[in-house]
Nanobody
Framework: QVQLVESGGGLVQAGGSLRLSCAASGRTFSRYDMGWYRQAPGKQRELVAAITSGGSTKYADSVKGRFTISRDNAKNTVYLQMNSLKPEDTAVYYC???????????????WGQGTQVTVSS
């Protein structure tokens, strides 16, 4: 059974930074693509960033240049470094693990419980 546990969310002022972490267990972490999603109140869940097993990355246009996704396979952990935060980044952020490569556009198979990020103006 795969478990994904996020941490690092919180309240920050606009312009500030946060780093989210997601610790994975239950499968060979290094083999699978990982992603960060977010869901703001009244909005659909959206992909923020993804990283393949080989380390290739993709980002939503809204976060390019501000957010960085990375992974540490030795620690079974994926990170999301968020800089220059804006009030519109406020959302619950979810870690996800894909069963198939992210390029297949198949939704992730496993999800974390989410961590709240609130950016005040």
């Amino acid at each position: 059974q795969v478990q994904l546990v996020e941490s690092g969310g919180g309240l920050v002022q606009a312009g500030g930074s946060l780093r989210l972490s997601c610790a994975a267990s239950g499968r060979t972490f290094s083999r699978y693509d990982m992603g960060w999603y977010r869901q703001a109140p009244g909005k659909q869940r959206e992909l923020v960033a993804a990283i393949t097993s080989g380390g290739s990355t993709k980002y939503a246009d809204s976060v390019k240049g501000r957010f960085t996704i990375s992974r540490d396979n030795a620690k079974n952990t994926v990170y999301l470094q968020m800089n220059s935060l804006k009030p519109e980044d406020t959302a619950v952020y979810y870690c996800a693990q894909y069963l198939t490569p992210v390029v297949s556009m198949t939704p992730p198979r496993y999800w974390g419980q989410g961590t709240q990020v609130t950016v005040s103006s």
